[in-house]
């Protein structure tokens, strides 16, 4: 347990429904980062907050996707009008900014979507 | 594009040898690498970081980068089949959200 939890760890919907993730991060960690896994592929960055404020989006994330850190402590991802193309274990990562010295990511235990 | 590549696997071992796997990547001002292990249905854990040329040793894994030639490495001595896994190399993109690039991923088969 890296201390980054995520919920839900499943979830199962239904195409064209909307939903939600939610990550904690470790509590001292300012930046926060969402990334993407497909079966067989490694994580793709999808997204960054530096505290509350989102500094980066990779081309991956289309319009239907909308992340939020609102007060800099945990992020919620939503994406709206889901396809079957969106199905991957979304993964969360956390680190300190500078100057506490790592650049190490911590990564939580994800969210597996599968849409139908 | 920045790329990391790792090379094709699986890659299947018997228990107690040497498993050698590598990864090259393409941003040449990169300066942080990292070796992830991932269990089939889990995240990525973190198992060596390596910032300067040369080995790095922890344990049973050493990891070895050459920043002339692009090329990391992570070396599993006397591997177990607990190490079963894929492995993931990644590489820290310099400046600004400094987001991880990963590769493909290695699945190593110990067998015991």
């Known amino acids: 347990d890296t201390g980054v939890s995520q919920d839900p760890r499943h979830k199962i919907t239904k195409r064209g429904q909307n939903v939600t993730f939610r990550c904690d991060p470790i509590?001292?960690?300012?930046?926060l980062y969402w990334y993407r896994q497909t079966l067989g592929q490694g994580p793709e960055f999808l997204t960054y907050?530096?505290?509350?404020?989102?500094?980066?989006k990779s081309r991956l994330l289309s319009d239907r996707f909308s992340a939020e850190r609102p007060k800099g402590s945990f992020s919620t991802l939503e994406i709206q009008r889901t396809e079957q193309g969106d199905s991957a274990m979304y993964l969360c990562?956390?680190?300190?900014?500078?100057?506490?010295?790592?650049?190490?990511?911590?990564f939580g235990p994800g969210t597996r979507l599968t849409v139908l | 594009q920045k790329e990391v590549e790792q090379n094709s696997g699986p890659l299947s071992v018997p228990e107690g040898a040497i498993a050698s796997l590598n990864c090259t990547y393409s941003?040449?001002?990169?300066?942080?690498f990292f070796w992830y292990r991932q269990y089939s249905g889990k995240s990525p854990e973190l198992i060596m970081s390596i910032y300067s040329n040369g080995d790095k040793e922890d344990g049973r894994f050493t990891a070895q980068l050459n920043k002339a030639s692009q090329y990391v490495s992570l070396l599993i001595r006397d591997s177990q089949p607990s190490d079963s896994a894929t492995y993931l190399c990644a590489v820290n993109t310099q400046g600004g959200s400094e987001k991880l690039v990963f590769g493909k991923g290695m699945k190593l088969t110990v067998n015991p």
């Open positions: 990562a956390s680190r300190p900014d500078y100057p506490s010295g790592t650049d190490t990511q911590y």
């Open positions: 941003d040449r001002v990169s300066q942080s």
């Open positions: 509590s001292e960690h300012n930046r």
């Open positions: 907050f530096q505290n509350e404020a989102q500094l980066e």
